[in-house]
């Protein structure tokens, strides 16, 4: 299948890019469509954490604001896994050691690999790279960030099972952390017998 970029421009630049590209495309039956004007969310790949302690069997999530969830009948507070932007020569796990500790006051002690995915591929480039990571709980908690990056966390410790629950009943409602708890639910046991 084929593809081509026949137009790219920079929309705006801030935070993130966005970028309005005009785009051809192979058609499964055969042949070029035509050309298509499509925007572009440039955010940069970015890792993503669940700390877990096989030992109380418990999850560290984090909570904080999110500009995406501005409009949520809910809230914009969101308990999520904790994640960060890949930089320029970091590796994915790297980045998820380095904001355990940002976030959460958190030692990442070994890491399990969930998946690399893209998370909204209909209009972002992120790709997501999730992991467990296996973690002490005891003591966990308090208000945790960089408050140059604006950032203001409050870390949770909470039973898995309980964890579980919050994503069955739609009380957990972003895709990383349903992810990766999901996995953790599947994996469990195995993760508890080998980190024990």
């Known amino acids: ?11 705006y630049e801030g935070f993130y890019r966005l970028v309005r590209y005009r785009v051809r495309h192979a058609l499964f039956q055969g042949g070029m469509g035509p050309p298509l004007s499509r925007e572009l969310l440039l955010r940069g790949n970015a890792a ?3 700390p877990y302690d096989p030992q109380r069997d418990e999850v560290v999530l984090v909570e904080q604001f999110r500009i995406g969830a501005i409009h949520s009948t809910r809230s914009p507070w969101l308990f999520e896994i904790i994640a960060g932007l890949i930089e320029e020569g970091e590796t994915p796990e790297a980045v998820v050691r380095r904001e355990a500790v940002e976030e959460a006051d958190c030692e990442i002690r070994e890491l399990a690999t969930v998946s690399t995915y893209f998370s909204s591929p209909g209009g972002s480039d992120e790709r997501v790279s999730l ?4 973690v ?3 003591g ?7 408050a140059e990056e604006g950032e203001n966390i409050r870390v949770h410790v909470l039973p898995a099972e309980d964890a579980f629950d919050q994503v ?3 009380l957990i409602d972003n895709a990383m952390t349903i992810i990766a708890l999901q996995w953790l639910q599947i994996n469990r046991e195995r993760l508890r017998a080998e980190w024990s």
Do not use: P, T, Y
């Open 48 to 50: 993503g954490v669940l």
């Open 136 to 138: 002490d709980s005891e």
């Open 140 to 146: 966990l908690g308090g208000i945790h960030g960089l």
């Open 1 to 11: 299948m084929k593809w081509e970029i026949l137009d790219e421009q920079l929309l």
């Open 131 to 134: 992991f467990v990571g296996r």
């Open 168 to 170: 069955a009943n739609g």
